[in-house]
């Protein structure tokens, strides 16, 4: 497709259930980024992937939350025994790898409401 | 470790005012820089970015921002605000060679008739 493909774009689940989310990069873009937006919040950074290097996982929350890269395009954020407080909206960015730039290309996100 | 903070989560003009919306960044070198905008119910997109050539950015919707480095400051304005500005505006900044970007927590901005 054209831009940052998302999905679900809305997710309601109960406390303690496990949730996929899914985001499908821009083609040929080799970076990709997971943001997670509370409400009233700025843009807390979660996960990084560039090529074939390890991700920067810094900014997950807790062991809860992991996310994969397959082949180098498609990737999957994952949210095990979800709380209350992981309710958000979770952005997916991708770009191409560019020392200059590296603007980030934004989904339109995934609302998760853990209840 | 670079930060970004934005002075001002809401701001209020009236149409056809100034807009000013204001970033600060925290780093040891000078990083890229840039504005993103998020209209209601939408993702964000680029707005303007500053990479270490002009100073003065010009972007999208005639929006423009300055990159001072003595004030490690990087301004968001507009001489006219219209209608259909109104949105939530994030400043952001990256290290040259850095993968990630951070941040501002974000600034809402209303355009009053």
């Known amino acids: 497709g054209a831009g940052v493909s998302q999905s679900p774009s809305n997710k309601v689940t109960e406390k303690g259930k496990d949730v996929e989310l899914r985001c499908d990069p821009i083609s040929g873009h080799t970076a990709l980024y997971w943001y997670r937006q509370s409400l009233g919040q700025g843009l807390e950074f979660l996960i990084y992937f560039q090529g074939n290097s390890a991700p920067d996982k810094s900014g997950l929350p807790s062991d809860r939350f992991s996310a994969e890269r397959t082949g180098g395009s498609v990737s999957t954020l994952t949210i095990q025994r979800t709380q209350q407080e992981d309710s958000a909206v979770y952005l997916c960015?991708?770009?191409?790898?560019?020392?200059?730039?590296?603007?980030?290309?934004f989904g339109e996100g995934s609302r998760l409401t853990v209840l | 470790a670079q930060s970004v903070t934005q002075l001002g989560s809401h701001v209020s003009v009236s149409e056809g005012a100034l807009v000013l919306l204001r970033c600060n960044y925290s780093s040891s070198v000078p990083p890229y820089l840039f504005w993103y905008v998020q209209y209601p119910n939408q993702g964000l997109q680029l707005l303007l970015k500053?990479?270490?050539?002009?100073?003065l950015v010009k972007g999208i919707n005639g929006f423009e921002a300055e990159f001072k480095k003595s004030e490690t400051s990087f301004h968001l304005t507009k001489p006219s605000a219209h209608m259909s500005d109104a949105a939530e505006y994030f400043c952001a900044v990256r290290m040259a060679n850095a993968g990630k970007s951070t941040f501002g927590d974000g600034t809402t901005l209303t355009v009053k008739p």
């Open positions: 500053y990479t270490s050539a002009a100073t």
């Open positions: 960015a991708s770009s191409y790898w560019d020392r200059n730039t590296g603007e980030l290309f």
